[in-house]
């Protein structure tokens, strides 16, 4: 069941139009009370043929008048509004229970408080079977206006208890980091202009998709301007812009004038001083390109950064701070990916959205790492190669799947569910982004008596999962994949226990495929030359011995080792 509160409004008389007419589709069906502040003597003009709109308006707008008349201060504020509304799978609610309903829920937003006898005037109106309009004037009958901040979390609850009680969908708790839902209004302009989706919409989409991009207040701006989006800013003294507010191109109201949304009402993520709180935390040190000669790619730079997006998870603040940052990865994975990949990434990346946001503040500083390689992504002029991009997407399944648990545990309902929604899409990408990697492996399997060698490098490494891998039908393209791993100098077994400890194969749908990835990306270099290592580190040790002692003015001769130089000091 949703309840959802209109801005204030100051026409009475004109709500009621709406509410008793034949709807914008001549949707409305018999239009009367159900409840109200006083049911006895009340005019419902949709069973008494006598009572008149304007009749039942100066009723409920008696209290306004007395207030406006004493205190000379006049209220046009005073109309509230909230559609309650039952899911489309629930029963028929009776009048008696709809109006049962409307009487829990102006007691829990304060219109007339429990055992308040002075409380405001409201009525309940039904002009459909799945829900009803709730209409209160806000001025209490002792003339004190109504106390309804924080009414919309109230409401919510009551809804929440209402469903258990009356047998209808459980919803989940609200926690006040959602969007705003589009008003009816928006959606019926969107229809009308052949637009997919409504105006506040298309805006989050488009500055969602700018944050990767910039560094700054201004630069933000500027994209937004470069992308077709209207904005308008507001500046302060010292002409720092302290906040802007963004509109649809062809989106105005009845006088032709652009209709302006502020970033925090579009989201409450998307306010200029959270946005900046957020660029701050991924000002890069360098250009990319000045990082062109680095041996590893951004798409490679990104799927290490995503194998420790788990181990900073210990403070609430950092874990929401990498979950948000993941969200700003995957919209740059998004923009960039090859076109067979893009919708599903887009609309994995749409959904992620709401988990970017909870209650907990982010320590965005925290998450400096996976907002470079975001912002690296979206400035790469080259695509990523296939293994490279399969390594990727396979990791942002992993880390979206661990943001979902981790919202879990917290008791985060709806952000936890948003995780969970992007997770599907980002598996089909996982699987279309495999999908040329795994034919080229298999087509090329190796020997049989290799694959028996291999097989018992998995039973070996992964006993627990050995099976699941070893029937899995990408075990031919697995088997390959660790063959080439081997020609470069590494050892199978290692690279399986590595990779399986990296991303746990229980809940892995295809655990042969999680490992092609995995292993593809660690083992994409020659494995090192143990030999060459330990002499390059001992070589770097003696060099900074001698380093140490030429700063301390006791660097011995070539010809003098270092217990003749001991020896002299005792001297």
Known sequence: MIAAIKPAGANTRGLLAYLYGPGRHDEHLDPHIVAGFAMLGMPDP?????????????????????????????????VWHCPVRAAPEDRYLSDAEWGEIAQRIVEAAGIAPTGDDLGCRWIAVRHADDHIHILATTVREDGRRAKLHGSGLRVGDACREIEKDYGLRQLKKGDGTGSRRPTQAEMHKAERLGWDEPGPEWLQDRIRAAIPHVTSAEEFVAYLEASGVEVQIRRGPSGDLLGYAAGRPGDVNEAGEQIYHPGSKISPDLSLPKILA???????????????????????????????????????SHAQAHITALGELLEATAQTAPAHLQAELQVASKAFARAQRSQIRA???????????????????????????????????????????????????????????????????????????????TARPPRDEASRILAGDVRAAVPDHAERILTDPAWPALATVLADAEARGHQPHQLLREAAAQRELTTARQPARVLITRIQHTGRNPAPNRRAEAARRRSTLAASVRVRQAHDGQFPSAATTPTEQQRRQRR
């Open 46 to 78: 949709g069973r008494d043929e006598n009572a008149t709109l304007t009749e039942l308006a100066r009723y409920l707008d008696e209290p306004v008048r007395l207030r406006n008349g004493e205190f000379g201060k006049q209220v046009t504020d005073h």
């Open 278 to 316: 957020r660029l701050e935390s991924s000002r890069p040190e360098e250009h990319p390109t000045a990082r062109r000669n680095h041996p590893s790619t951004p798409w490679h730079q990104a799927t290490d950064a995503l194998d420790t997006f788990h181990t900073d998870f210990a403070e609430d």
């Open 363 to 441: 320590e965005d500083r925290a998450a400096h790492v996976l907002r470079s390689a975001a912002r690296d992504i979206v400035h790469t002029a080259t695509g990523p190669d296939g293994s490279a991009l399969a390594a990727l997407v396979a990791a942002l399944v992993w880390a979206t799947i661990v943001a979902a648990r981790w919202h879990e545990a917290k008791h985060h309902a709806h952000q936890a569910d948003a995780a969970r929604q992007a997770v599907q899409h980002l598996q089909t990408a996982a699987d279309l982004a495999l999908a040329p990697t795994l034919a080229e492996l």
